[in-house]
């Protein structure tokens, strides 16, 4: 059956994202793309952080950056710096770009760590041209720099997300996406296909359609209510269940850091994204080893000043959907899972929900082939963000709580304890595919976490030591030219797209 009524339930960052993309196929088609939401149902907004890619899908909606990021209070992104992690005290940051480059077909580290064998004492930061620019709290873009032969600068964006949904709602609805209020009291399925065939809202108004975007939150409205297609917990590994969320002014005056800011507590840990004239905070706990009062009481003695708004509790299960795609149904956002935001993977795991949709998607109708490829290819995503994920937890020194002592010492997937282990004894990361995180990635984080190389490939050994210090020092020097020429971050945000009043 032709695909000519798309019906998406649940607005949102999830649902407003979903419009956006999707509205570029009503271009010379009678195609009709309805969204549905509650403005009596809230969303979670928690996901104000985001990564590279982000920066990618608002371009491919051709939307202007500067207007973008004035409408949402948006400041620029460098990586996230990761506090008490590895050990009470400790801190590092988890760059978007890489270290250096390749040298003689050999990712950098090997390089490096050859190097520091033959008494080259330089920290691998210095190499990297976001650490060092979101260190001295510094920002510009690649095509802001007069010159070619710097390192590019990789960045994404901290926003509100409540703001970045108004504004898609306002593009989509420009490109012919109807909007519906009201709340979806019946969910009517296919007596023959098993399919959603409509819903039907509080008021008694049907609404059909041929595809269906599941956008309804933690709920799972069509993906779970409807269709019963299963869930499968990852809390044995990632065990934070619980948050509360708090927005917060920056009482000192401070410009927005370029990064974003996870720090370790007792039980969890504590974001903190800033925006540009104030942050989001939030404090990721397990309800096991901390109740509610004391997890607020954490968040709101680390705060950089005044909350905003009362604290926000949230309950959730790490894991995924047994299926992404079921039936005539796709589930996105939190209705397809849960991976806690501390790799800011929320809204990117939207953006390549939608990405895939859109790839694999033909408006002939809806194909088993077309199901398979989107749920493999999603489940394989989700595995491999899940496996980063439970890193940050397992590779600790800490034994100051039984949180963190179950954590050091919990099981952890095969593919997890093999990659560390090679890393370890080798220095050597292998990607598989178009997987998300990057050598400098998984390097930035067992390295920054106390996992330590003991070894890097072995023709690092055949590279000749003098040559290989000067390019090393012209890496550094470039570095901090670059850095050194930059403009403050938060006079960059007032040059570039001051804030407008919400």
Excluded at 370 to 378: H, P, V, Y
Aim: hydrophobic letters at 40%; charged letters at 25%; one cysteine or more.
């Amino acid at each position: 059956m032709a695909i000519d009524r798309i019906v998406i339930v649940g607005g949102g960052t999830a649902g407003w994202m979903a419009a956006a993309a999707l509205s570029r196929l009503k271009k010379g088609r009678e195609l009709s793309i309805t969204l549905v939401e509650s403005e009596a149902i809230g969303t979670v907004g928690v996901g104000e952080a985001t990564i590279p890619p982000f920066v990618d899908f608002n371009q491919l909606l051709e939307i202007d950056e500067r207007e973008l990021l004035a409408a949402v209070q948006g400041s620029f992104k460098l990586g996230i710096q990761f506090v008490n992690w590895g050990a009470v005290g400790d801190s590092y940051i988890h760059p978007f770009g890489n270290y250096g480059y390749e040298i003689g077909s050999m990712s950098f580290h090997h390089v490096w760590h050859f190097m520091k064998s033959q008494g080259d004492n330089r920290p691998i930061q210095v190499f990297n041209a976001e650490t060092m620019a979101a260190f001295f709290g510094k920002f510009a873009r690649t095509q802001d720099m007069k010159r070619e032969d710097l390192p590019p600068i990789n960045y994404a964006y901290h926003l509100d997300a409540g703001a970045y949904a108004k504004f898609l709602r306002g593009y989509a609805e420009q490109r012919g996406v109807v909007r519906q209020e009201g709340r979806i009291e019946d969910v009517a399925l296919d007596g023959e296909s098993g399919d959603v065939a409509s819903i039907t809202l509080e008021s008694g108004e049907v609404l059909e359609g041929d595809l269906f975007i599941d956008c309804s939150g933690f709920r799972g409205l069509l993906i779970e209510q409807a269709l019963e297609t299963g869930y499968e917990d990852w809390t044995h590994w990632l065990p934070c269940n619980r948050a509360v969320a708090l927005p917060c002014n920056r009482d000192d005056g401070s410009p927005p850091p370029p990064f974003t800011r996870a720090t370790a507590h007792k039980a969890g840990w504590q974001w903190q994204v800033p925006l540009q004239h104030r942050n989001g905070n939030g404090h990721v706990y397990c309800d096991a080893f901390m109740d509610a009062d004391e997890a607020t009481d954490i968040l709101v003695g680390n705060l950089a000043g005044k909350p905003t708004a009362d604290p926000n509790h949230l309950r959730f299960v790490t894991g995924r959907r047994r299926k992404f795609w079921n039936r005539n149904v796709v589930a996105l956002g939190l209705s397809a899972g849960f991976m806690e935001p501390l790799e800011s993977t929320s809204i990117h795991l939207i953006n390549t929900g939608i990405t895939k949709l859109i790839a694999v998607l033909s408006l002939d109708g809806v194909t088993e082939a077309q199901r398979e490829t989107f749920n493999r290819l999603t489940e394989k995503e989700y595995r491999r963000i899940r496996d980063f994920l439970i890193l940050h937890y397992n590779s600790t020194t800490r034994d100051d709580s039984e949180f963190w002592n179950y954590c050091r010492t919990m099981s952890v997937p095969d593919s997890l304890t093999e990659r560390v282990a090679l890393f370890r004894e080798t220095g050597q990361i292998f990607r598989e595919e178009d997987e998300l995180f990057t050598e400098t990635s998984w390097a930035a984080v067992m390295m920054g976490q106390g996992i330590a190389m003991n070894g890097h490939n072995a023709m690092a050994e055949t590279l000749d030591k003098g040559a290989i210090k000067a390019e090393m020092d012209e890496i550094e020097k470039s570095i901090r030219f670059l850095v050194q020429h930059m403009p403050g971050h938060g006079e960059y945000l007032r040059r570039y797209c001051p804030a407008k009043p919400l």
